[in-house]
């Protein structure tokens, strides 16, 4: 899989899920925390989002399917994560050893404690 095809994975899953949820531009940038101009980018197969933006996506309800396509998605949820095309992209959203990977997690469990959330470290 070349880096074009996963853009054009992501991004036309990501307009299903838009669609899906009645979301405007807007509104997808306010959950992903960017603007529009990043939105278009990503709508234009020029950019993914980042570890955080993909989480509040998932949290959202964006399927693993909508972010990865199917037969990627297929191998994630079989744990076959070593299986997955280098695509400097999906590595920092797969790799639990990269560091976008790990500062992401860590990212993510400060905002939940922020919260009052208690969450535990899947990386530790």
Known sequence: M?????????SSG???FRHRKGYTMDQLGKIIGCGRANIHKIKERKNFTSM???????E???TLE???????????RNGQAKDVPYVPEY???V??????????????LKELEAKGLKAVNPLK
């Not at 955080?52 to 998932?58: D, K, N, P, Q, R």
């Open 60 to 62: 959202d309800g964006m």
């Open 91 to 93: 590595k920092q959203l």
């Open 52 to 58: 955080e933006g993909l989480y509040y996506l998932v």
């Open 2 to 10: 070349t880096k074009d095809q996963a853009l054009e994975i992501f």
């Open 66 to 76: 909508e972010i990865f396509g199917t037969e990627l998605a297929a191998k994630l």
């Open 14 to 16: 990501l307009e299903k």
């Open 95 to 108: 790799d639990m050893d990269s560091p976008e990977f790990r500062a992401g997690v860590e990212k993510i």
